[in-house]
């Protein structure tokens, strides 16, 4: 166990539809990131949040958003679901500072099938 | 842009083997990792080894940075290791870059 927990474990909906994905860090960890597992992309990098702030962005659609609220949680968002947003959704934290940026802990993914 | 590769991209082992595992980045790769992705999905921290060596267990991890490569060995190869391995790594923080992983298939 990583430590990092994701709910929900599988989301099926249908297309055109939003959905939240949440996200709780290991306790002390200031940075969240976000990655989309799909079969012919393999692992991306979607977005960062330090400390509530936007840190890097990666491949991240403009119908995808994702916030990092005081608690350390973060949620993203996936807004006009198309077929092709069927994925493995990970998140994972690490402590991170500026200058010193320290190892990723993934949390069990949310698998999202787009029907 | 950031770049990562894996070798061999499929591995099949008899249990009991010993395998390596590369894999190569480019010079602004740091903060090297590898993880294993089980078959249920899970990704599962192996190593955070951004130079050096380091072992834990059966399982042992190189990284020369000024060559631009990490390897990856497993000894006696259990079919439990069988998975997905990746080496991912980030540009001080930015970005972090999975490469396209190894398929390893442990035989019983």
């Known amino acids: 166990d990583s430590g990092v927990t994701q709910t929900p474990k599988h989301l099926i909906t249908a297309t055109g539809q939003r959905v939240t994905l949440r996200c709780s860090p290991r306790s002390g960890d200031l940075s969240v990131y976000w990655y989309q597992q799909s079969l012919d992309q393999g692992l991306q990098f979607l977005i960062q949040y330090y400390n509530g702030e936007e840190r890097a962005k990666g491949n991240i659609l403009e119908r995808f958003s994702a916030q990092q609220f005081p608690d350390l949680h973060s949620e993203l968002n996936l807004s006009s679901l198309e077929l092709g947003d069927s994925a493995l959704y990970f998140c994972?934290?690490?402590?991170?500072?500026?200058?010193?940026?320290?190892?990723?802990?993934f949390g069990p993914g949310t698998r999202l099938t787009v029907t | 842009g950031i770049q990562v590769e894996q070798s061999p991209p499929d591995l099949i082992l008899q249990e009991g083997a010993n395998s390596t595992l590369r894999c190569n980045f480019s010079?602004?790769?740091?903060?090297l990792q590898w993880f294993h992705q089980n078959p249920w999905g899970q990704l599962i921290n192996l190593f955070y080894?951004?130079?050096g060596t380091k072992q834990n267990g059966r399982l042992s991890a190189t990284t020369v940075a000024t060559e631009r490569y990490s390897l990856l060995y497993i000894s006696s190869s259990q079919t439990t290791d069988s998975g997905v391995y990746f080496c991912a790594g980030d540009n001080y923080g930015q970005n972090f870059v999975f490469g396209p992983g190894t398929r390893l298939s442990v035989l019983p």
């Open positions: 080894i951004p130079s």
């Open positions: 994972a934290s690490s402590v991170s500072s500026d200058s010193n940026p320290y190892e990723q802990y």
């Open positions: 010079d602004s790769v740091n903060n």
